[in-house]
């Protein structure tokens, strides 16, 4: 009554994963290591910026000067590379490019303030 059928067979292939989209990948992992370190360091700016005006209202000398220079400047040259990445973002047609630029510039907002401040 029914005729078998005979199966067919079709390879099914793994997307080959393009150059652009692997160096975009690396790119954001990249801007995201890079984007916690500067916010760490501005969290902990932050508090050490505190405990200097807390010690200098004490009048006792501030203890993390030295540190928080240090922390602004590793900061700063986070930033530098953070925005030339964030121009690759665009270059490689990130979906969200537009908006990782306006976190870079942010970002490097808050260090300045932070460096204003110290």
Known sequence: MFKSRKSKTTAITQPQTSAPSTELSALIEKLQKNADKVEKNSYEIEQ???????????????????????????????????????VNTKRLQHPQAEMIEKDMRQ???????????H
């Open 48 to 86: 050490n910026l505190n405990k200097d005006v807390s010690k200098i209202n004490e009048g006792k000398q501030p203890l993390y000067q030295d540190d928080t220079n240090k922390r602004i400047l590793a900061s700063l040259e986070l930033l530098n590379s953070l925005e030339d990445d964030a």
């Open 107 to 117: 970002l490097r907002e808050k260090v300045m303030k932070l460096k204003e401040d």
